[in-house]
Every structure is written in C-alpha cells, then in structure tokens.
C-alpha cells in the first residue's frame, strides 16, 4: 500500500479519535446545567445530546471550510500530511491532560494551535495565513466575552419579567424549558465542533491529492458526526461537575438563561463560518449570569483557574504540534 495512502488513514483514524473525545470532553458543557438542576437525569441528558450533536453535526460545513483553508493553504502545505497528523496527535494529549483533571480546557484552541505550531516548523511563520488565522483568533477570543454580557443581559431580562413570580413555581416550569433549551445548545455545539474534524480530514484530503477542493466529502460528515456523538454517549463526569456545580449553584432558571446564550452566540459563529470555543462560551454565559444573579455567588477561584487553562492552551498546543511534527518527521 502506498505510503501517502497510508499516513492519510492514519491522519483519518486520529481525526475521528479527536471527535471522539472531543464529543465526551465538550459536550459535557452542553448538558452540565441540565444535569445539575435535575432537569434531566445523566443518561437521558447524554442520549439527548448525543442525538442533537449528531444532527447538528450533518447540518453545516462552512466552519470546516475555515479549518481545511483559513490557517494554511493546504495546496501548498510542505509535508503537509505530518505536518497534520502532529497537529491531532497533539490535541488529542492536551485533550486528555485537561479532561484527566476536570478542566474544561478548548479543543479548539488546542487543534488550532497544534495545527499552527506544526506549519511554523516545518515551513516557517510566512507559511501561515495570517489574516485567516486573526480572523479565527477573533472568532475564539470575542465570543466568551459576548456570551459573558449576553448572559448577563438575557438572566437580567428574565429577573425583571419574573420578579413577582412564586420562586419554587417559577423554578418548576423553568427545570421543563430546561430540556429544551440543552438539546438546542447540544445542536448548536454539534453545527461548530464536529466541523473542526471534518476541515481537517479534508485538508488532508487535499494534501494526499485524494480530494480537490474545500467541499467536505459527505462521507467525512456522518463519519465525524457519528464520532462525535460516539464520545458523547460516554459522558464527561469530571467536567460536567466543573461546569455545572463548581462555578456558580445553578437553578434551572439560570440554566435556561445559560443555554439560550451558549446556544444563541455558538449557532451565530457558525452562522459566520468561524469556529469557537464551546468550553469558552458556555463557560462565560454561566459566568455572565451568574454575575447578574449575584456576583458574590460565583466561585471565582474556579473561573480564574479556567481562565489561566483558556490562555496558555494555545501556545502549549502549537508547541507540541511542533515537536510531534519534529518526532514523526524522523520516522515519516
């Protein structure tokens, strides 16, 4: 079997691998509120985001488009199947530290990052697409800081609307709108995370000569998606209790607010073509409302060690996509 052929299947397997635990390492994000206000049990939480992040997985491409072309010229790539193989295999061990600790780290951070770090060693900074890669940047480093004043705003809104209302009622019908409100922001998660693998098979794709253009393979969709919705069928324990109950005491009509925002600000970037931090948002609109129910309820302690984790992912990931990319290219 040829070589390339090889390291192609090799670099599609990883993919899927990082769909797999990116499925049970972010999306327990999507249904931690859920789960911590009781509005559905772990199981039917997990089936339900399971079956949402498939669906939305098959549903967009264009922040796959972003992954294959918007870092790198993959017509172009030196080495270019290494060069993505390291990237995977690099997000994947960062994947796991974080996940190991319950640290709601980004993968999307950590794929972009060990993408970049693997192209500036093997073809030098001019071989980065700059304007593509700021865009990207933007794109991850505004949307916690929307979801963050867009939940304040939006669990505002809903303290003036219901601030007559019987507390225990009002927290009853809200733990109900709360199964609706998880599985559209597990939609929303599959339309912008699954994407990330599929860009990446593709531009490998492409790199192999086995693909020509930016389009993904529809193949490469439900293989993604399944993969994803794979992983979130194993659940993820540890974050889940990071994000549901160490940040803040959530009540179901905070959760509703959190997931109207993490939805809402997810769904726009993919709307955009721009991959996000699904860890981030959902993140800071529990943070966002949290601060507006009442500052001093938020465990900051908790948010500033996801904060740190948030800003050294990038750095820490393009580094070891460049010296997975220096390792494999001794054997490759």
């Known amino acids: 079997m040829d070589s390339l052929l090889v390291i192609v299947i ?7 691998i ?29 089936m339900l985001a399971a079956v949402m992040n ?18 790198v010229n993959p ?8 060069v993505i193989l390291a990237a995977l295999l690099a997000a994947i061990a960062w994947n796991l530290i974080t996940w190991y600790f319950g640290i709601p780290s980004s993968s999307s951070h950590a794929i972009i990052g060990a993408i970049t770090g693997g192209v500036i060693v093997s073809a030098g900074f001019g071989a980065v697409q700059y304007k593509g890669f700021i865009s990207i940047l933007e794109g991850l480093f505004l949307s916690p800081v929307i979801a963050f004043i867009a939940g304040y705003i939006i669990y505002s809104i809903i303290k003036m609307i219901f601030k007559n209302s019987n507390l225990a009622k009002t927290n009853k019908r809200f733990r109900m709108v709360q199964v609706l409100t ?66 803040m005491k959530i009540r179901p009509v905070n959760g509703v607010a959190a997931d109207l925002t993490g939805a809402t ?24 409302v949290g601060s507006s129910h009442r500052v001093k309820g938020v465990n900051w302690g908790v948010a500033k060690r996801m904060v740190v984790t948030w800003v050294i992912t990038l750095p820490i990931s393009a580094t070891l996509g460049g010296l997975f990319y220096l390792l494999l290219n001794l054997f490759l």
């Open 18 to 46: 990082f769909d797999f635990i990116n499925g049970f390492h972010d999306t327990a994000n999507a249904i931690a509120t859920s789960v911590s206000t009781k509005a559905l049990t772990p199981r039917r939480a997990i």
């Open 10 to 16: 090799l670099i599609v397997v990883a993919a899927l």
């Open 265 to 288: 600000v997810i769904f726009g970037a993919t709307l955009f073509h721009l991959p996000v931090s699904t860890t981030h948002v959902i993140s800071s609109a529990i943070l966002g």
């Open 75 to 82: 017509f172009d790539l030196n080495n270019g199947t290494t």
């Open 182 to 247: 998880a599985a559209v922001q597990s939609y929303s998660h599959g339309t912008n995370d699954a994407q990330k693998s599929m860009g990446i098979i593709t531009m490998a794709l492409i790199v192999g000569g086995f693909h020509a253009t930016d389009d993904v393979p529809f193949w490469v969709q439900i293989a993604c998606a399944t993969a994803m919705a794979l992983g979130t069928s194993i659940g993820g324990w540890r974050i889940i209790k990071t994000v549901g109950g160490k940040i």
């Open 54 to 71: 498939f669906l939305g997985a098959i549903t967009f491409t264009g922040v796959a488009k972003t992954i294959t072309s918007g870092i």
